[in-house]
C-alpha cells in the first residue's frame, strides 16, 4: 500500500516538474522587462523591488519545485548512475529557489539596490538552471538528441529513412552482404537486437542516433559501430562484451535483459564473416 503510493507520487513527478521550468522563465522575463523599463514609470529614489506577479509566481515555483525535487528523488531512487546528473541539477534547483525567495523577501524591505541586484540575478540563473535540469530529464525519457534530431537532418546530414526497407525488398549488395550473410542477420541477429535493444535504438528511442531495429542502420558507416569483418574493431562488439559490472555494458544492466554468451558469440561471428 504504502509502497504503491510513493510509486504514485514518484510518477507525478513527470507531471509537476513542468511548473517550476514555466513558472521561473516566466518570472524571469517578467522581472527582466520590469526592470528594464525606464526608471521615470518608478518612483525614482526607490530601489527595484520585486513584482506581485513576479512574487506569485516565484511562489509556486517554491512549493512545486520542492515537490518536484522530492518526487523526482523517489522516481529515481533505485535509477543507475545515468539519472545522477540531472538529479544533481535537479537538487541545485531546490537550493538555488530557495536561496531566490530569500532575496526576493530581502529585496521586498531593502533600501539599498544590492539585494534586488541578487534577486534578478538568482532569478536569472534559477531560470536557466531549471530549464536545463527539464532538457537532462528530457534526455532520460526520450532519448538522447530526441528534440534536436530532425534539425541534424534538416542541416547537414543525410535524413536516415523513418521506416526501415521492407525485408522482402532488401538487397544484400546494397550493403556489401552476401545472401547467406544477410540471412544469418535476419535469422539471428536482428531477433537479438529486436528482444535486448530496440527498446533504446529504435525509430522512437534512438540513443546517441543508434538505431539497432533494421539493418540499413546497424551497417550505417556514418554511425561507426561496426567494422566489416573485424570484431575486434567494432564498438558493438566491445560494448556488448564488456565485463558484467561495467558502466558502459551493452544493453546498460539495470535496464534491459543482458545477453547470453551465445548471443554474444553469434553477434561477434557475424561482423567476422562480414569480411569474406
Ligand atoms: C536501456 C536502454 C538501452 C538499451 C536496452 C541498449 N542501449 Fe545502447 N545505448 C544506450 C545509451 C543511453 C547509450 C549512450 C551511452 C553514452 O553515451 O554513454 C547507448 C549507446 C550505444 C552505442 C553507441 C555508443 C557510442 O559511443 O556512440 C551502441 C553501439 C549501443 N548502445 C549498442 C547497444 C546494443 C548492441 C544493445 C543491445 C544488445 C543496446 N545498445 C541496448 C542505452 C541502451
Redesign the pocket.
Given at each position: 500500500m504504502l509502497e504503491h503510493l510513493t510509486e504514485f507520487i514518484g510518477r507525478t513527478h513527470l507531471v509537476v516538474l513542468h511548473f517550476p521550468i514555466a513558472l521561473l522563465i516566466v518570472a524571469a522575463l517578467i522581472e527582466l522587462s520590469r526592470a528594464l523599463t525606464p526608471r521615470i514609470q518608478r518612483r525614482a529614489a526607490e530601489p527595484f523591488r520585486p513584482g506581485i506577479t513576479a512574487i506569485t509566481l516565484v511562489a509556486i515555483a517554491l512549493l512545486s519545485t520542492a515537490y518536484a525535487v522530492v518526487s523526482g528523488l523517489i522516481l529515481g531512487f533505485d535509477e543507475p548512475a545515468?539519472v545522477d546528473l540531472h538529479r544533481i541539477f535537479g537538487i541545485a534547483t531546490g537550493v538555488l529557489v530557495l536561496a531566490l525567495c530569500v532575496s526576493m523577501l530581502a529585496a521586498l524591505r531593502a533600501t539599498s539596490r544590492t539585494p534586488a541586484l541578487i534577486y534578478l540575478a538568482l532569478l536569472g540563473i534559477s531560470a536557466v538552471v531549471v530549464g536545463y535540469t527539464g532538457h537532462l530529464g528530457g534526455n532520460l525519457t526520450h532519448g538522447t538528441g530526441f528534440i534536436t534530431r530532425p534539425l541534424a537532418h534538416i542541416f547537414n546530414r543525410e535524413p536516415a529513412a523513418a521506416d526501415p526497407i521492407p525485408i522482402a525488398t532488401l538487397n544484400p549488395a546494397d550493403f556489401a552482404l552476401s545472401q547467406a550473410q544477410l540471412d544469418t542477420y535476419l535469422d539471428t541477429i536482428q531477433p537479438i537486437?529486436d528482444n535486448?535493444?530496440i527498446?533504446?535504438?529504435g525509430a522512437e528511442k534512438a540513443?546517441?542516433d543508434?538505431r539497432?531495429d533494421a539493418i540499413e542502420y546497424v551497417l550505417d558507416p556514418t554511425l561507426e559501430?561496426l567494422v566489416h569483418g573485424d570484431a575486434d574493431a567494432s564498438?558493438?562488439v566491445y560494448?556488448?562484451e564488456l565485463p558484467t559490472g561495467d558502466p558502459?555494458i551493452?544493453?546498460?544492466e539495470d535496464?534491459?535483459d543482458p545477453?547470453n554468451p551465445d548471443q554474444i558469440e553469434a553477434i561477434r561471428a557475424w561482423v567476422e564473416s562480414l569480411g569474406s
Amino acid at each position: 500500500m504504502l509502497e504503491h503510493l510513493t510509486e504514485f507520487i514518484g510518477r507525478t513527478h513527470l507531471v509537476v516538474l513542468h511548473f517550476p521550468i514555466a513558472l521561473l522563465i516566466v518570472a524571469a522575463l517578467i522581472e527582466l522587462s520590469r526592470a528594464l523599463t525606464p526608471r521615470i514609470q518608478r518612483r525614482a529614489a526607490e530601489p527595484f523591488r520585486p513584482g506581485i506577479t513576479a512574487i506569485t509566481l516565484v511562489a509556486i515555483a517554491l512549493l512545486s519545485t520542492a515537490y518536484a525535487v522530492v518526487s523526482g528523488l523517489i522516481l529515481g531512487f533505485d535509477e543507475p548512475a545515468k539519472v545522477d546528473l540531472h538529479r544533481i541539477f535537479g537538487i541545485a534547483t531546490g537550493v538555488l529557489v530557495l536561496a531566490l525567495c530569500v532575496s526576493m523577501l530581502a529585496a521586498l524591505r531593502a533600501t539599498s539596490r544590492t539585494p534586488a541586484l541578487i534577486y534578478l540575478a538568482l532569478l536569472g540563473i534559477s531560470a536557466v538552471v531549471v530549464g536545463y535540469t527539464g532538457h537532462l530529464g528530457g534526455n532520460l525519457t526520450h532519448g538522447t538528441g530526441f528534440i534536436t534530431r530532425p534539425l541534424a537532418h534538416i542541416f547537414n546530414r543525410e535524413p536516415a529513412a523513418a521506416d526501415p526497407i521492407p525485408i522482402a525488398t532488401l538487397n544484400p549488395a546494397d550493403f556489401a552482404l552476401s545472401q547467406a550473410q544477410l540471412d544469418t542477420y535476419l535469422d539471428t541477429i536482428q531477433p537479438i537486437f529486436d528482444n535486448h535493444c530496440i527498446e533504446c535504438h529504435g525509430a522512437e528511442k534512438a540513443e546517441n542516433d543508434v538505431r539497432l531495429d533494421a539493418i540499413e542502420y546497424v551497417l550505417d558507416p556514418t554511425l561507426e559501430i561496426l567494422v566489416h569483418g573485424d570484431a575486434d574493431a567494432s564498438e558493438i562488439v566491445y560494448l556488448i562484451e564488456l565485463p558484467t559490472g561495467d558502466p558502459d555494458i551493452m544493453p546498460p544492466e539495470d535496464d534491459a535483459d543482458p545477453l547470453n554468451p551465445d548471443q554474444i558469440e553469434a553477434i561477434r561471428a557475424w561482423v567476422e564473416s562480414l569480411g569474406s
